[in-house]
Every structure is written in C-alpha cells, then in structure tokens.
C-alpha cells in the first residue's frame, strides 16, 4: 500500500490571520503586538461569533486592520472620535489601537456585537474605548464630537443624515468607501447639503503602501452644529429606539453651502 504524507502550511490553516506586512509597523509602531492580538481575536471568535466572514482571515491585515489603520494619519492629536456601526471594531477599535493618544466611542446596535466588542477592549486592555450600543439616530443631542467614523454602514447621503447630527462645531465624519466612493460624493451630494454638509472631498490613503488603498469621503460641518433633517427623525422615529451602555459602559438649523470634490493622494 502506498502512503503519503499531506505537509500543511500553517498560514493556510482557517482560524489563522495572515502575517502582518512591513507597512503594519509603520502603522501601530509599539503597539503592533496588541494589533496582531486583534487580528488573532478576529480570525477566532470574531470568525465564531459571525462578526468576520471565515473567508476573511487569510486577508485580514490587507483588507481590514491596514485599511482601517491608515486613517490614523488624517486624525489630529488626542481628538475624541466616534465609529458608528462599528461591527467588529472596523475602523474603531483599529485606531483606538493604533492611536492610545485618542478616546474612541464605539456605537453598534446589535447586542450580540457589542458584548463581543467589549469584551474585546477588556482582552486587549484597551483604556481609551467605550462601547455603546444603539443606533447613531439614538445619539441625537446626547452624543458629539470633533470626528465620525464609518466603515461599510450606509449609503454616504444616508450615513451623513445619521452622523452629521453627531458632529460639533467645524467637525468631520470621515467614510471609508470602496471603488465607488467618487460615484456616491456626487450622486449623494444634494442628500449630503440637507442633511447639513458644507464641503465633500475624496482623500486616498495608502496609495504607496497598501495593495489597494483606502479610499476615504471626508464629509464636514459648518460653525454651527447640525440638526437631524425632518425626514431623518421621521424615519429613525419608525424604528426601534435601542440606545444602551454595555456592562462598562442645543443645535441651530442646518448649514447649506457647496460640497467640494476633490481627490487628493495621503
Ligand atoms: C456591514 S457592517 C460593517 C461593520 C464594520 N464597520 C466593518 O467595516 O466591518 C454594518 C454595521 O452597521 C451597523 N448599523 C446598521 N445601521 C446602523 C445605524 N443606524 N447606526 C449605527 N450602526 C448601524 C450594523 O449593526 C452593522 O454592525
């Protein structure tokens, strides 16, 4: 009888998160070792608990943590930051990993995500992140700051209708869009001057050093903060009002004024 023998690669093995290329420690610099410990996280019960695609872990530095981690350079020292829709910490927890200098609020609606997103911070001892869970129309009027992010959330007209409210006086809510992000600026831009945006502008991060860089749709306000639009609180009205800590756990009217395109590379 003939036998053979099967040799595995590790790096194949589901379960396993790809090595973190060079870039990665440009990126996280001391604070790579907790970045890779996130990635082990995701590629286990981020995978177990239906937060990450199985599918995902052999591209888990490319796809995600990278592309989620070059957003740090358009972030200003010590900022508080809020990542709506935050799922499995995508773009959040990355930065707030990346960046301990900033405080970072993580608002997700769903229960199962933000226990697995708490417990998270818990395991990587992360003390500048709080987890909140709800929606971002449940924040209104009781949650602002100077930067939103989002990342695969909404449509950008619809996304800035939820997140505009969220930010203070000259903020910006920052979207991390694929390939159609240019597409959805202009088609999205009369949405994006209701819901309160004074300028709009493609910023392409990553452009040397990622196999595909991160194409980000920086969305500002005015010196007045926003207002949720009618239409908004009508239709965030229709849904479930779900606005909860885990266990951790005065506006004027809307500016009008030109939304800018713009690429530029980062
Ligand atoms: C496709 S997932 C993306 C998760 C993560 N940002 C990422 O890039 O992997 C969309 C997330 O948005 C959340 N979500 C949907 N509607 C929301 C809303 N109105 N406010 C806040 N989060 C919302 C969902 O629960 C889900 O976790």
Redesign the pocket.
Known sequence: MRTFHVKHDDSEQPGLPDRPPPVASEIFGNRLPIAEQFAQILADTGVSHGLIGPRETPRLWDRHLLNCGVVEAVLPHRTRLVD?????G?PGLVLAIARPDLDVVL????LR?TTWLQSTVDELGLGNVQVLRG???DFWGKLRAPVVT?????RLGELSA?CLPLLEAEGRLLALKGATAERELAEDEPELRRAGATSGRLIVLGEDSLPEPTRLVEVTVGSVPVKPTESAVRRSSSGPGRTRGTKKGAQSSPRRGSTERQASGG
């Open positions: 709506v829709g935050s799922g499995a995508l608002v997700e609606p769903m995500r929606r971002a129309q989002a990342r695969a959330v909404a939820w």
